[in-house]
Nanobody, 127 residues
Framework: QVQLGESGGGSVQAGGSLRLSCEASGFTTSALCVGWFRQAPGKSREGLAMIFTHGNRRTDYADSVRGRFTINLGNTKNTVYLQMTSVKAEDSGMYYC???????????????????WGRGTQVTVSS
């Protein structure tokens, strides 16, 4: 059974850092496109970053987080991190990881491309 689980959320002050983790299990392949998404109350789900977990490990970022957030793999390849730095109040929201099999398609991080989702972890940034 395919499962994704996020952890690492919490409260952080503006300008601070936080690292989120996504653990993937049940996939029959280690070659996945894994993405991180954010949804704030009353807003649509926003794609933030994605990574191909195999081969060239290509990454893509939304303009809103490029240069501040980094997506990378853990040692086991079943774990994908989202390192958040210089966080802002507008970074608050529920953070989800999502995945699909194979290499990442295109450069846009589109939530409808991802069939597998975790339950999310809450991030609150205080100013």
């Amino acid at each position: 059974q395919v499962q994704l689980g996020e952890s690492g959320g919490g409260s952080v002050q503006a300008g601070g850092s936080l690292r989120l983790s996504c653990e993937a299990s049940g996939f029959t392949t280690s070659a996945l496109c894994v993405g991180w998404f954010r949804q704030a109350p009353g807003k649509s789900r926003e794609g933030l970053a994605m990574i191909f977990t195999h081969g060239n490990r290509r990454t893509d970022y939304a303009d809103s987080v490029r240069g501040r957030f980094t997506i990378n793999l853990g040692n086991t390849k079943n774990t994908v991190y989202l390192q958040m730095t210089s966080v802002k109040a507008e970074d608050s929201g529920m953070y989800y990881c999502a995945a699909y099999r194979g290499s990442c398609r295109g450069e846009q991080i589109v939530h409808s491309d991802f069939p597998y989702w975790g339950r999310g972890t809450q991030v609150t940034v205080s100013s």
